[in-house]
């Protein structure tokens, strides 16, 4: 309850939300496509794909988090549909695109959560990663909030960069997968990720 408490809140931050719609409109319009969005969390990421036309399934292993992700879904009149699961039981070969954001960073299993992120993904569709970079960082935030607008709850990146100190995912580990192609985009003053990695096609 107090996880999911606190995590509504910071993703009610302006910042918050800008940057993981500019995450999420890396991809397309979604034209009915699956999104399935693991570790989703209260679910920010699912409704903001879902606002771009994808049938968006939010998954979590914490049901405080579900239950958060559905009260703000029916709060802002999305369609997103919300179920508890473990990054480790997806079905395979189930979304045109598969999302983690903030979850490799928390995994100690990180090799096998992004096998198991991988094998959800059709063929021919892409999985997007978005995660804190090595520039995440109490000194880097507060550089960022000295000089950025000041817009709701800004200072929520403060207690961001101290949650993921340090957390940063290898750029390495996604060397593994046998992806057509690997887009990497600086969001936040560098301070965080996003990746975009293209399945091959059948």
Not at 18 to 27: F, G, I, K, R, Y
Not at 70 to 87: E, K, M, P, Q, Y
Not at 168 to 195: I, K, N, Q, S, Y
Request: net charge positive; proline share 4%; aromatic share 6%.
């Amino acid at each position: 309850m107090i996880a999911s408490a606190l995590f509504s809140w910071i993703e009610g931050a302006d910042f918050y939300r800008e940057v993981h719609a500019a995450a999420v409109a890396l991809l397309p319009a979604g034209e009915g496509a699956r999104w399935l969005d693991v570790g989703c969390g209260p679910g920010l990421v699912s409704r903001l794909a879902a606002e771009r036309g994808y049938r968006v399934r939010g998954v979590d292993a914490d049901g405080g988090m579900i239950r958060a992700a559905r009260r703000l879904a029916a709060r802002s009149g999305s369609n997103a549909a919300f179920a508890t699961g473990s990054v480790f039981d997806l079905p395979p070969a189930s979304a045109e695109v598969v999302s983690a954001a903030s979850l490799l960073a928390v995994l100690d299993g990180r090799q096998a959560a992004l096998a198991a992120l991988w094998s959800a993904l059709v063929p021919g569709g892409t999985l997007l990663i978005i995660e804190p970079s090595a520039r995440m960082n109490l000194a880097n935030a507060r550089r960022y909030l000295r000089r950025a607008p000041r817009g709701r709850r800004s200072y929520a990146l403060l207690l961001w960069a101290w949650a993921r100190r340090g957390r940063a995912v290898a750029a390495g580990l996604f060397d593994t997968l046998p992806a057509a192609g690997c887009e990497r985009v600086a969001l936040l003053d560098g301070m965080l990720d996003a990746r975009l990695l293209r399945k091959l096609a059948a």
